[in-house]
């Protein structure tokens, strides 16, 4: 299954693990997307929000991802930029601890799962690691978080991956729409629009 470019915008509500939205629009660039959203929620009773323009290349590899936060410690802003073959600079310095990652994970989005999506198109029963720099919503840390998709039998015009974060412990089943963008994000998120 071909995905579809992705629409002009999509909107999704986190639920159960935070409460919140988020808002994301996309912008066709001359060698891949620009991608500008929002999220603002409450998680463990700390109020946030978190605004990002990340650039993605033709495949779908992060190049560059400009972070803004806000929480109740103050603002934060990073900046993280890749070469597109896994090596990373954040805030301008060099990042090894990120070697190999070609996304970037907002601990804020939902939005960015469709990343690897979009960039390994797996065929259902295979399965791939996919390292992102992963970037908390307070205080904008940028970590290493190591993941696995594997990608389950289609749903409708749609697909399905078994998730795994073994850090979290956290798994599940993330269901995409024919774009690439996920619809169900269970104890996370859920697509709106």
């Not at 979009?118 to 720099?133: D, F, I, K, T």
Request: aromatic share 10%; hydrophobic share 40%; proline share 5%.
């Amino acid at each position: 299954m071909t995905l579809t470019p992705p629409p002009a915008g999509a909107a999704w509500r986190h639920q159960d693990a935070r409460s919140g939205f988020e808002t994301v629009f996309f912008e066709p660039q001359d060698h891949g997307w620009r991608i500008a959203g929002c999220t603002s929620a409450v998680e463990d009773d700390e109020p946030w929000f978190v605004e990002y323009v990340i650039d993605i290349d033709d495949t779908w590899t992060t190049r560059t991802a400009r972070v803004d936060g806000r929480s109740s410690a103050g603002t934060s802003s990073t900046l993280l930029e890749s070469d597109g073959a896994g090596h990373w600079r954040v805030d301008g310095r060099e990042a090894p601890h990120l070697d190999g990652c070609l996304d970037v994970d907002l601990e804020s989005s939902a939005m960015t799962n469709a990343f690897p999506v979009h960039r390994m198109g797996l065929a259902v029963g295979a399965r791939s690691e996919a390292p992102a720099a992963y970037v908390r919503a307070v205080g904008l840390a940028v970590e290493r978080l190591d993941q696995t998709y594997e990608r389950a039998a289609d749903q409708g015009s749609g697909q399905s991956y078994d998730y795994a974060a073994p850090r979290f412990d956290f798994s599940c089943v993330l269901v995409y729409d024919d774009a690439g963008l996920a619809l169900d994000y269970p104890g996370i998120a859920i697509r709106v629009r």
